[in-house]
């Protein structure tokens, strides 16, 4: 397939041309079926990666763990209590330390200048496992459960629904900028991303054939659209006194069963999950005890319905960072 992506980092999918990015799918969908088949591809034995996670994960850190044990490769995980990440060691000598022992680093943090400096004094392949501006492997994981819905990328409609500005909202304008899929923020103006990325992404909407659009009307912003994606309203590392304010901004946004009928009949919704759909976490339960929601971003109703993709998003998480992890460590 002609795919060449050995050394390289994965930091934001701005770096990667529309062709390696649809190499990835293909890699992944390949690592899909093989998994399913029950084939083995640990092609990586020998080799161990580091995994640095300084904000909580389920998806990301699991992926990333499964991924690379089916590749043959051992992982450590570090978290903030237990490195000297940030606290006593500069990520700069971190970087030279990790990549003196490790093959590949996984970065979740805060900063996207942090993961960045980490590949600058990294010899090894670094991955963005989420930072505050960009989560490029969740793209990957969304796009193939969107090929694998529709069959095609092109010329398809999507809708993130709330807070824009964010790595979701930044990340699914740069992935559709540049597979060709028409991208609508739908949100309050203040929560559109900033002026520069949309730039930077209405140059690869231009090569890809593919719009941009952003939209305070539910309504408008949803017609025709193909997939509904929404994400939590408040992220990690943000401070709670934010609640309050993102609430009443952004519960006109909610998912609901009234959107989804807005949208094309076979309209599908995605979330990169975690979410607070019910009632069943903690912050769920103290954000209704103070607010009086019994649901946010999306309803209950949304989340468990047939249009509902978000499992299988999920799942993706696994084959498409493997992917990553094999094409950049030359598998
Ligand atoms: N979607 C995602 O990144 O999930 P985690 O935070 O559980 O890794
Ligand atoms: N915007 C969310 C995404 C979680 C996968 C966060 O940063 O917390």
């Not at 999507?158 to 979701?168: E, H, I, Q, T, W």
Request: glycine share 8%; proline share 3%.
């Amino acid at each position: 397939m002609g795919l060449n992506l050995k050394g390289r980092d994965f930091l934001t999918l701005k770096d990667f041309t529309p062709e390696e990015i649809t190499g990835l799918l293909d890699l992944s969908e390949d690592y899909k079926r093989k998994k399913k088949e029950g084939i083995l591809v640990d092609t990586l034995r020998g080799k161990n990666v580091a995994l640095i996670f300084e904000k909580s994960s389920t998806r990301t850190r699991c992926a990333f763990e499964i991924g690379a044990h089916d590749l043959g490769m051992g992982t450590t995980y570090l978290d903030p209590s237990g490195s000297q990440i940030g606290h006593k060691e500069s990520i700069a000598d971190t970087a030279r330390v990790l990549s003196s022992m490790f093959d590949g680093i996984e970065y979740r943090g805060f900063g996207q200048d942090i993961v960045e400096e980490l590949a600058r004094y990294s010899k090894v392949p670094v991955w963005n496992g989420l930072t505050n501006e960009y989560h490029p492997t969740q793209i990957l994981a969304d796009m193939l459960t969107i090929r694998e819905e529709f069959g095609v990328l092109k010329g398809l409609k999507l809708v993130y629904m709330g807070d824009a500005r964010y790595n979701m909202g930044n990340s699914l304008m740069v992935g559709c900028s540049k597979l060709g899929l028409d991208f609508t923020a739908c949100a309050p103006k203040e929560y559109f991303p900033n002026e520069e990325l949309v730039k930077e992404c209405q140059g690869y909407a231009a090569a890809s054939g593919s719009t941009i659009t952003f939209e305070e009307d539910v309504e408008k912003a949803v017609k025709d659209a193909n997939i509904i994606y929404t994400d939590v309203w408040v992220s990690m590392g943000e401070p709670d006194d934010v609640w309050a304010k993102r609430i009443k901004d952004l519960s006109p946004y909610r998912v609901t069963r009234q959107v989804m009928d807005l949208a094309h009949d076979n309209a599908i919704f995605l979330h990169c999950l975690p979410s607070f759909h019910d009632l069943g976490t903690t912050v769920g339960q103290q954000i209704h005890d103070k607010y009086g929601l019994d649901e946010m971003e999306v309803t209950d109703e949304v989340f468990e319905s047939r249009a509902s993709r978000v499992f299988e998003e999920a799942e993706n998480r696994m084959h498409t960072i493997k992917a990553v992890m094999a094409a950049t460590l030359g598998a």
